[in-house]
């Protein structure tokens, strides 16, 4: 049977004290989600937050060919590299 696309929305909430690494993250983290089938990208970001305080400030989405392809990017030496950098953002 085959798998249906699936999609991952992305909820980013960045370490506005370190734009450098979330801007570095960013430039590796979309390649790799390229090189496991992710396309058809979609930003969008927080342009007002009308309620509260410290919200999302962008969301991205991303069309995989499958949910076992996210997680295979998710186990893949690719990915967990960037756990460190990541952790700054």
Same mark, same amino acid.
């Given at each position: 049977?085959?798998?249906?696309?699936?999609?991952?929305?992305?909820?980013?909430?960045?370490?506005?004290?370190?734009?450098?690494?979330?801007?570095?993250?960013?430039?590796?983290?979309?390649?790799?989600?390229?090189?496991?089938?992710?396309?058809?990208?979609?930003?969008?970001?927080?342009?007002?937050?009308?309620?509260?305080?410290?919200?999302?400030?962008?969301?991205?989405?991303?069309?995989?060919?499958?949910?076992?392809?996210?997680?295979?990017?998710? *186990?893949?030496?690719?990915?967990? *590299?960037?756990?460190?950098?990541?952790?700054?953002?």
């Amino acid at each position: 049977m085959a798998e249906n696309k699936t999609f991952l929305i992305i909820n980013a909430v960045p370490n506005t004290e370190d734009i450098p690494s979330f801007q570095s993250y960013l430039s590796q983290i979309v390649g790799i989600f390229i090189k496991f089938g992710g396309s058809n990208m979609q930003r969008f970001k927080t342009m007002e937050q009308i309620m509260g305080n410290g919200g999302i400030k962008a969301i991205a989405v991303f069309e995989f060919p499958s949910a076992q392809s996210i997680k295979d990017m998710y *186990a893949s030496d690719d990915f967990n *590299a960037l756990n460190e950098l990541r952790k700054r953002i």
